[in-house]
C-alpha cells in the first residue's frame, strides 16, 4: 500500500514551504512568526462601487469583488479605544521608568481580567506600537547581524510567548529558547537552558517580554512558589520590561505563595496590576466610547444596501448583546458583515444580528438576561444615536 497519496501531476521542484500557508494571522511562537505579524498587511478595503455598476459586473467579477470584501470583513478593524490607550501609556510610562535603573529586577505589569476581552490584542498592539518605532527610529539594529558560538544574534527587541496548559517553569524556558531560536541539548536541565536564554536576551537587546495567558502556568499550592520564583529570576537577570496577562491573576499563585495561601510573593511586589472590565454605559464618557467603536466597525463595512448609522443607533442593544464585550461585538459585526454579503441582503439589521449566534457566554447572558427588550436610557447633554434612530442626549 502506497505510503503517500498519489497525485495526477507530480510536483514541482520550485515549490517550497509556504506555498499552502494560511493567509491569516497566528499566535506567534518564534521570533520570525513575531516579524510576520508586524510586516503583515491588512487586506485593502474594496471600493463601493455605485450600485447600478454592481449590478452590472459579471458573474466571475462580482464572485472576485464579494471575496474580497469578504477578507476585508474578516480581518474588519482594531479598535484603538480610550481604555486601550490608556493601558498603553501606563506601559510606555513603566518601560521609560525601567530603562536605565540600575541592576535588578524591572517593575512590570499585570494586565488581568475575564477571558476575550482583548487582552492579547491589546499587548500585541503595543508591542507592534514599540518596535515599529524602533525601526523608524533606529534602522540599523535591525539589519546588522553577527554570530556567537556559531548562534545567530540580530535584534529581538520584543518576545512574545504564549503559555500552554499547565506549564512548568521549565516549560516556560523552553518557550523563550524556541522563540530565540536558541539551541539546548537533549536532557538540559531548567537552569542549562535558562542560562542560555538570558544571554542571548542580553546579546539581542531585549526591551520588553509578554508572557500572555499566565493563568496556564501551573500555579497549585505545591508549584506555585517554584513558579514564581522562576519568574523572579529571569526578571532579576535581564533589563527588560515584563508584561503578563491572565484570567483571574490577582487570585492566583502568581501573587500568592501558592493558589490559596496568604502570603505575598516578591512577584505582586514588582508588578502593578491594571483591569480590564467590559464597556459600561452608565455615564456620558462610558456611551461615547461604546458608541465610537461601534462607529469605527461600521464605517469599515463594504455594503451597498446598508444605511449608516444603523448599528450606532443600536448601541444599547448591542451592549446587551455583548456584555459590553468588544471581542464579541467584532464576532457579532463580522459575522453580520459575512452573512450580508453571502446572501445578497447587504445590509445589517436588527433582525439579521438577532439571527447570529455568538460566543456562549455572550450569548447565554443575553438570552438569560434580557428576555424582554427594555426601553433604552433617556440620556441628557451628549449626541447618542438613540435605538431605532434619531439621538438622544446622554446623561
Known sequence: MPTNPPFDNPPEDHHGPGDFKHPGLSEPRTKEEWREYLDYQLPPKPALLPLDVYDQLSPNERHLHNQARLVHHSALVIVRTSHMKTIHHQVRRRMMTNAHQPAGARRGIVLDGPATLGKSTLVKTFAYDFEHELRRNHPERFTRQYRVNNRLIDYTPVVYINIPSQATPKDLSIALAQYLAQPYRSGATKS??????????RLVGVELVIIDDAHFMDLSLKEGKVVNDHL????????ATFIYTGVDLKHSGLFLEGAGAARVTQTAGRNTLLHMTPYAIKTREDKT?????IS????????YKHQPGTLTGMWNYLHR???????????????????AVLTG?????RALLDSIVINEHAQSTYEADWREDPRPPTPKRAKIPAEGGGETAAS
Open 192 to 201: 542549562d537552558i535558562t542560562r542560555l536564554v538570558l544571554d542571548n536576551m
Open 232 to 239: 523572579k529570576y529571569v526578571a532579576n537577570h535581564t533589563a
Open 289 to 293: 466610547d461604546w458608541v465610537s467603536v
Open 296 to 303: 469605527a466597525m461600521e464605517n469599515a463595512l463594504v455594503l
Open 321 to 339: 448583546r455583548t456584555g459590553g464585550n468588544i471581542s464579541s461585538l467584532a464576532e457579532l459585526v463580522r459575522e453580520a458583515a459575512a452573512d
Open 345 to 349: 441582503e447587504e445590509r445589517i439589521d
